[in-house]
């Protein structure tokens, strides 16, 4: 399917393969165990010789589509799935980690994975640097020092930077590093990392893969050699998603093209929108010609994404009066939905994360993160403006 375009390979690629009894779409395979009556079969499947599925914890059928699908999405030869996003960010990371290892990352990566970085990975004597978000020149001299891993995130959660990613990939293979970046934010309609030289490139697919925020899952891509090592270390692990789960998520991507494309849209109207009301004072939005990191966006990503956010004048408190006011938006965790989803990082991103952490992060408690719906871009903004519109003038300072 590498030759279609990603709206074709989002309907085609992955399917074909797993249809049975003539059915036209990919069945939920319930099957825990796949049995044999042929002896020779069944060792030869169970040692790789073959090709087949042994215990649901290692592979299955609904979840190779899902995985397939993904890959041929992002261009990669290889890709293996995970219940969540943060068991695919842990378990990749774990595969090539040891004690006396050197991870280089940036300081805004989700409030997850830096968990993973400030309290897990310490534990096992791996160091971690961190350095500032979008300061290219301090990570290629952090890489230069030595590191066995380099982790990025682009855009970045939940302010928007953009970090160059054939950069990166440069410095980190100089330096003989293997180069990782988490792409939910941009999804393989907007970005694909792989071809701009990362070696591997993560989903939370319970974001815009899944796109309908009813069903948990992550996914890696990249190339065999590397998928096999991570693919070994969570079948032993264990992080596999279920079969309904990679079924929501199959079932999803087959419109993710037109959901981004309408997304993208979306954003940057609702970005444009935010800039002319007086109670906002920054919109953080790649697409926007003022954004720091719009030249490499334009760059490196085919759209800029449905995802922003902004700061309001009158910090937390204006927040807390404008959000309960919003009819089109919920106010909830998770982002990439087709239904716009709104929130402050204390509650959505960052909520591992003490005000302290958030504020060293350069997040500000005044921020509101937007995940562009798919509505009609007239009500989204109508919506936004009623509730702007409501907000008692003494909270303006
Ligand atoms: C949500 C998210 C994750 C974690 O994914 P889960 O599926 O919730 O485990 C990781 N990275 C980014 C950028 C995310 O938005």
New binding site residues.
């Given amino acids: 399917m590498t030759e279609f375009k990603p709206g074709t390979k989002a309907l085609w690629s992955g399917e074909k393969e797993q249809l049975a009894y003539g059915a036209t779409q990919v069945p939920v395979v319930h099957s825990v165990s796949f049995g044999y009556d042929d002896m020779d079969e069944w060792y030869e499947i169970a040692t790789g010789q073959r090709e087949g599925h042994i215990y649901g914890r290692n592979t299955n059928p609904t979840t190779q589509a899902f995985e397939d699908k993904v890959k041929d999405l992002e261009g990669a030869e290889a890709a293996t799935s995970f ?7 842990s378990n990749t990371l774990y595969t090539f980690l040891k004690p006396g290892d050197r991870v280089v990352t940036i300081k805004d ?2 409030g ?2 830096n968990k993973i970085f400030t309290e897990f990975l310490p534990r096992s004597q791996v160091e971690v640097v961190f350095c500032e978000t979008g300061d290219h020149e301090e990570m290629e001299q952090e890489v230069a020092k030595g590191c066995e891993v380099v982790y990025i ?1 682009s855009p ?2 939940p302010t928007l930077k953009i970090i160059d990613i054939e950069r990166m990939a440069k410095a980190a293979h100089e330096a003989g590093a293997l180069v990782i970046i ?1 792409s ?2 941009a999804t393989p309609v907007n970005q694909n990392p792989l071809q701009l030289g990362v070696d591997l490139v ?6 815009y893969l899944g796109g309908h925020s009813d069903a ?3 996914v890696v891509c990249g190339s065999q050699a590397l998928i096999d090592q991570i693919y070994h270390y969570r079948e032993i692990n264990g992080a596999t998603i279920n079969p309904m789960g990679a079924y929501l998520l199959l079932r999803g991507m087959k419109t993710l093209h037109l959901r981004v494309e309408r997304q993208n849209e979306n954003a940057m109207k609702v970005a444009q929108y935010l800039k002319t009301v007086d109670w906002v004072e920054d919109v953080f939005y790649p697409g926007l010609e003022e954004h720091r990191g719009h030249d490499i966006a334009k760059r490196q990503m085919k759209g800029f994404g449905g995802m922003l956010s902004f700061s309001v004048n009158g910090g937390l408190e204006t927040v807390n009066h404008l959000l309960p006011k919003m009819k089109l938006a919920k106010r909830a ?4 939905c087709v239904q716009t989803i709104i929130g402050p990082p204390a509650t959505t ?1 960052h909520v591992e994360c003490t005000p302290e952490e958030r504020a060293a992060m350069g997040i500000p408690e005044g921020l509101v993160r937007y995940s562009a719906g798919i509505e009609d871009i007239d009500d989204l903004i109508g919506d936004l403006d009623q509730a702007f519109k409501s907000l008692p003038k003494e909270l303006y300072v």
């Avoid at 219940?83 to 960010?89: L, P, S």
């Avoid at 965790?333 to 990439?336: N, W």
Wanted: aromatic share 6%.
């Fill in positions: 219940a969540t996003g943060m068991a695919a960010i990566t989700y997850g994975t995130e970045t959660n988490d939910t934010f993560l989903h939370s697919a319970t974001k948990l899952g992550g965790a998770s982002l990439g991103s």
